[in-house]
């Protein structure tokens, strides 16, 4: 179970094991990302034929998953299905078409 928090200009990746903590490095806020508790073990999976548009917050490198913000809620989307990583504190759409096709459409 992930969380990240936002503040001071900084983000923290935070992993529970009994309590919450950290892991990784203390780094820069990227793009729009607001302050606040993004409780990032909420997500659901990413349905085909489906499309989301939302706030990317974080890419996890060792799971291959990238986390955006939809507002009602959070998404996850397997990193591998991407070409080019999109652009992470930004507000995107990305739709999924049948198989593992995926089209970013930046806002």
Same mark, same amino acid.
């Given at each position: 179970? @992930?969380?990240?928090? $936002? ?6 990746? +935070?992993?529970? =094991?009994? !309590?919450? /903590?950290?892991?990784?490095?203390? #780094?820069? $806020?990227?793009? =729009?990302? #607001? &302050? ?7 997500? !659901? ?7 989301? !548009?939302? %706030?990317? %917050?974080?890419? =996890? /490198?060792? *799971?291959?998953?990238? @986390? ?5 809620? @959070?998404?996850?989307? =397997? ?6 990583? &999109? ?7 990305? +739709? @999924?078409?049948?198989?593992? *096709? $995926?089209?970013?459409? #930046?806002?």
């Amino acid at each position: 179970m @992930y969380r990240l928090i $936002v503040m001071n200009g900084c983000r923290v990746l +935070q992993k529970y =094991d009994q !309590e919450w /903590k950290t892991t990784g490095l203390i #780094k820069r $806020v990227e793009g =729009d990302i #607001k &302050p606040g508790i993004y409780n990032l073990f909420l997500s !659901e999976l990413a349905q085909e034929n489906q499309s989301y !548009e939302g %706030l990317l %917050l974080f890419i =996890d /490198k060792k *799971e291959n998953i990238i @986390y955006q913000n939809t507002g009602q809620g @959070y998404v996850k989307h =397997d990193a591998r299905f991407f070409g080019k990583k &999109p652009p992470i504190g930004k507000i995107v759409t990305i +739709q @999924y078409r049948e198989g593992s *096709e $995926v089209q970013i459409i #930046k806002n």
